[in-house]
């Protein structure tokens, strides 16, 4: 009896050990996988440090869909045959390890998406806010402003990344879907960032501008440059602005994936699709690629605006290349604006519009327009815990009678289960 009372009680000891460990699950300079982390760009800057020994966060998200849409064009090219269902449940798993005092790490594995059957890596990095590893308050003053990110990472390029879905990882996003011409990318490099007590912030970054590592084929590499700089500040406890400009630009690169490097997909499955189409192999459906995969130099702006539960966030985008068939550049131009209010005790409800719009010269030659309107509403059952429902409409315009995006158009109703821990 002494025995099992004894077990019995180390073993009570030991489970409130980790659920003291469990409850305290912070990490400094770390932006919340939750509600909490709504709103927030870069990751936070703080000076306190709250680091005792390795600490390890495990987290993750999971999110479903249930589609609601039609599609039609002008016949030219038959449509794939599509109704009411789910989509296949995506999943992520997040680690996130403080390793010194201001050092972390992050790594993101996708254990599903619509892309690939299988886990895959999406990337990871160092991110480093402390150089005390090295010795002491090194460039004390400097670090005191000054993050260094190191990885093969999500790059920082324009801000709109910031609220995009990141396959299962949806609880940032007020909307099911993403921007029209997604921009989003993960290639190997560093990114210095400097912010200031005054609200101006800029970020330089280089790349090696491959999406898919590997030696061989050495002429397809090249540095890439990247760049952002602006200002934010919450200016009175109502107030907040932010205003930023992004420049990314490809160098000698053959290859860039700037525009088509999400290998989790898009959420609105087979939409404009052709009757051999598959959900996992045609993964991009409702957005565009422009087909600029050499010598890119892409620019967006994003002013970020909040006044109390108002908030308003806005993409200028331009971008300029060339296909390596080409030997003339193109111009693809997106423009989007947000528009949400968020109300309730905890801001825990929220309804909001989007107008998207591409213009562009098409890799066919035709001058094609896409725009696409959404209506969207969304309650935070908990700060974990995320419903979403949203109406959408999208047009396409310019295109070739023989194209299957002639007249072609898709809208209805998307409802989103997200959570995020």
């Given at each position: ?6 077990c ?7 489970l ?5 460990i ?9 932006r ?47 449509l794939?045959e599509?109704?009411?269902n ?7 798993l ?12 992050h ?24 150089l ?5 308050g090194?460039?004390e003053?400097f670090m ?7 990885g093969?990472?999500?790059?920082n ?30 290639e190997v490099?560093?990114e ?16 090696n ?9 050495p002429?397809?590499?090249?540095a ?13 406890d109502?107030?907040?602005?932010r ?7 490809t160098?000698?690169?053959r290859?860039?994936y ?7 997909g ?6 404009l699709?052709d ?16 087909n600029?995969?050499?010598?890119i ?14 908030e308003?966030?806005?993409t200028?985008?331009?971008?300029t290349?060339?296909?390596?068939t080409e ?5 693809a ?8 209010y ?6 825990n409800?929220y309804?909001?519009?989007r107008?998207?719009?591409v ?5 066919s ?5 896409i ?29 070739s ?6 007249d072609?158009k898709?809208?209805g109703?998307m409802a ?6």
């Amino acid at each position: 009896m002494k025995t099992i009372f004894k077990c019995t009680l180390a073993s009570l000891v030991m489970l409130s050990s980790l659920s003291i460990i469990a409850q305290n699950r912070n990490l400094d300079n770390f932006r919340q996988p939750n509600k909490n982390g709504i709103n927030v760009f870069e990751a936070p800057k703080d000076t306190i440090s709250t680091f005792d020994e390795v600490k390890v966060r495990i987290g993750g998200s999971s999110t479903l869909q249930l589609q609601a849409l039609s599609h039609e064009n002008s016949g030219a090219v038959p449509l794939k045959e599509i109704s009411t269902n789910f989509n296949l449940a995506t999943a992520n798993l997040d680690l996130d390890v403080a390793l010194a005092d201001g050092v972390r790490m992050h790594l993101r594995t996708y254990l599903s998406s619509r892309h690939h059957p299988e886990p895959y890596v999406k990337g990871g990095y160092f991110q480093i806010d402390k150089l005390d590893f090295i010795s002491e308050g090194f460039l004390e003053n400097f670090m005191k402003h000054a993050t260094l990110k190191i990885g093969h990472m999500e790059n920082n390029y324009g801000d709109a990344h910031f609220r995009r879905s990141d396959n299962s990882q949806t609880i940032y996003n007020p909307f099911v879907g993403n921007l029209i011409m997604d921009s989003f990318t993960t290639e190997v490099g560093a990114e210095l960032y400097y912010r200031c007590d005054n609200g101006f912030l800029g970020m330089v970054g280089f790349t090696n501008g491959k999406l898919n590592q590997a030696v061989d084929n050495p002429d397809t590499g090249g540095a890439s440059f990247l760049a952002k700089l602006g200002y934010d500040k919450q200016l009175n406890d109502d107030f907040r602005f932010r205003l930023t400009g992004s420049i990314y630009n490809t160098g000698a690169v053959r290859r860039s994936y700037l525009y088509n490097a999400d290998r989790a997909g898009s959420r609105y499955y087979l939409v404009l699709e052709d009757e051999d189409a598959s959900a996992s192999d045609n993964f991009r459906s409702g957005r565009y690629n422009p087909n600029l995969t050499n010598e890119i130099t892409a620019i967006m702006f994003n002013p970020f605006i909040k006044y109390k539960g108002l908030e308003f966030f806005g993409t200028i985008e331009s971008a300029t290349g060339k296909a390596n068939t080409e030997t003339e550049d193109r111009t693809a131009n997106q423009f989007a604006g947000e528009l949400i209010y968020r109300f309730g005790q905890t801001e825990n409800f929220y309804l909001g519009t989007r107008y998207n719009k591409v213009d562009t010269e098409d890799i066919s030659g035709d001058d094609i327009e896409i725009s696409r309107f959404q209506l969207g509403a969304g309650w935070f059952m908990t700060k974990n815990i995320l419903l979403k429902l949203e109406y959408v409409s999208q047009k396409h315009d310019g295109y070739s009678n023989t194209s299957i995006f002639d007249d072609g158009k898709f809208d209805g109703l998307m409802a989103e289960a997200v959570i995020s821990f």
